[in-house]
């Protein structure tokens, strides 16, 4: 049992910088010894003449890889074969079949069963985590969509005073200076197109999801508010 506490010291040592990879090899390096110490202590009990139950070890193992083991069905179940394959091989290789000190008649098929029952755990672990895995990424795209949704009604409710005020200007100077047509035509130009696309970013008001205290909308209050999140998803990054 050194030989894990020996892992364990070391990812908890590097716990700061932990890659998958690394989880992967120290889970690897702490059950793969196990597999020869088994088959010595089932060689040396078939030897001793002494009353045992077989593959106990085998079967403790593989269920714990079945709830603790890193959820990858590669890792996992390759090492759970392992144990079982091991296991089965032997209870044949050693005959432990018809050996008086054996009381477990139904081997080695238990003990296969034990692995089936850990391959299932590991697999229904595996599926949980990815759909949660898929729950967060539509949890964080629908974020950023609100996110997104929010800027743009901001934008469009900033721009809104300053527009009017452009249309009316427009409409005072068509009074007072008749002869300035084509200047007012070319303003009215702008005025149009950046009311059409102001109009268009209204397209995205159903992905957003209204809030007490929203009704009372500040423009303003919301570019700040988002400025300030980006500044710190920038600061974020660059750690």
Same mark, same amino acid.
């Given at each position: 049992? %050194? @030989?894990?506490?020996?892992? #364990? &010291?070391?990812?908890?040592?590097? /716990? =700061?910088?932990?890659? *998958? ?11 793969v ?22 593959m ?7 269920l ?21 394959l091991?296991?089965?091989? %032997? @209870?044949?290789?050693?005959? #432990? &079949?018809?050996?008086?000190?054996? /009381? =477990?008649?139904w081997? *080695? ?6 692995g089936?029952?850990a ?15 898929k ?16 800027l ?5 409710d900033a721009?809104?005073t ?14 007072r ?13 702008a ?6 696309l ?8 159903p ?32 750690h």
């Open positions: 049992m %050194l @030989w894990v506490l020996g892992v #364990l &010291g070391v990812l908890f040592a590097r /716990r =700061s910088r932990l890659t *998958p990879r690394l989880i992967h090899g120290g889970f690897a390096a702490a059950t010894p196990f597999l020869p110490i088994f088959a010595l202590a089932e060689y040396f009990m078939a030897g001793s003449g002494l009353i045992w139950v077989p106990t070890g085998h079967r403790l193992v593989m714990a890889m079945g709830v603790l083991a890193p959820t990858g069905l590669w890792l996992g179940g390759g090492l759970i074969a392992s144990f079982a091991e296991a089965a091989v %032997l @209870w044949f290789a050693l005959g #432990l &079949g018809g050996h008086p000190g054996v /009381r =477990s008649p081997e *080695p098929w238990v003990t296969l069963v034990y089936g029952v391959l299932a755990i590991l697999a229904y672990r595996v599926r949980s985590q990815n759909i949660e895995l729950l967060r990424e539509v949890r964080a795209e629908a974020e950023a969509l609100e996110r997104l949704a929010r743009f009604i901001a934008v469009r721009t809104n300053p527009l009017q005020t452009l249309e009316l200007s427009i409409a005072l100077l068509r009074q200076s008749p002869g300035s047509e084509p200047t007012i035509a070319a303003m009215e130009r005025v149009h197109r950046i009311r059409s102001t109009q268009r970013l209204g397209s995205m008001d992905l957003l999801v209204w809030r007490e205290g929203d009704e009372s909308f500040d423009a303003d209050a919301m570019l700040r508010h988002l400025e300030e999140d980006l500044a710190r998803e920038l600061e974020r990054r660059r």
